[in-house]
């Protein structure tokens, strides 16, 4: 069965660096996702991505985060100036279409763990 | 916008016997509904969802959501659990005629399922 896969599984970052957070969907899916999970909180939206450029985004994803789809395989994401509070697991998620059919579904990685110490 | 409730942090239940893990939803416009699971230390699985048409969805497993217009609830239950159900389990709403597909989760309930 098809799988996203993000990389790395855990990542420790210093305070005020930045950090990429890598993904890749399935292959024939055409809109992508992050989400992140606070230890203890709901599981929230960040961002999604059609066409090669975002298409919605929440009041969390503020200038610090931007997305990319830098060689039509890869979806990253990008925190350039770390805090503490972003300390998170951030899932990727992929769907073959966002819209009214009976496949949607979304498709999530396993998440990368991020640690800012 | 939309908000989901899930009414129970946890939930523990002896391997055997049923059990209900509760959803409420709001939303000013019509919702597809899902449930994900997450074993420990993996991702976010998807376990059913409610897109259109009979309102009882099940999954492979065993497990069944029921979708109440009326009650704004979308309650998953199976009537007999295995130690292995164990894992965290969140109701999630999409609203309808947005092309983007965004969730909303709900804060996740705990399943315990004690030998």
């Known amino acids: 069965e098809p799988e996203v896969t993000q990389t790395p599984s855990h990542q420790v970052t210093q305070m005020g660096q930045e950090v990429i957070l890598r993904c890749v969907p399935i292959s024939n899916h055409l809109y992508f996702y992050w989400y992140r999970q606070i230890l203890g909180q709901k599981v929230e939206f960040l961002v999604s991505f059609y066409n090669n450029e975002i298409s919605e985004k929440s009041e969390i994803f503020d200038d610090q985060f931007s997305v990319e789809r830098p060689d039509g395989s890869n979806f990253t994401l990008k925190i350039r100036s770390t805090k503490l509070e972003d300390s998170a697991m951030y899932f990727c998620a992929s769907s073959e279409t966002g819209g009214l059919t009976t496949n949607y579904g979304y498709t999530f990685g396993s998440g990368t763990r991020l640690t800012v110490v | ?115």
């Open chain 2, 1 to 115: 916008a939309q908000s989901v409730t899930q009414l129970d942090s946890q939930v523990p239940v002896f391997e055997e016997a049923p059990v209900e893990l509760r959803c409420n939803y709001s939303s000013s416009v019509s919702v597809y509904l899902f449930w994900y699971v997450q074993y420990p230390n993996q991702g976010l699985q998807l376990l059913l969802k409610y897109l259109s048409g009979s309102t009882l969805v099940e999954s492979i497993n065993g497990f069944e959501a029921e979708f109440n217009k009326s009650q704004t609830s979308f309650h998953l239950r199976k009537p007999s659990v295995h130690i292995s159900d164990t894992a965290e389990y969140f109701c999630a709403v999409s609203p309808w005629g947005t092309s983007y597909g965004k969730l909303t989760f709900g804060q996740g309930t705990i399943l315990t399922v004690h030998p």
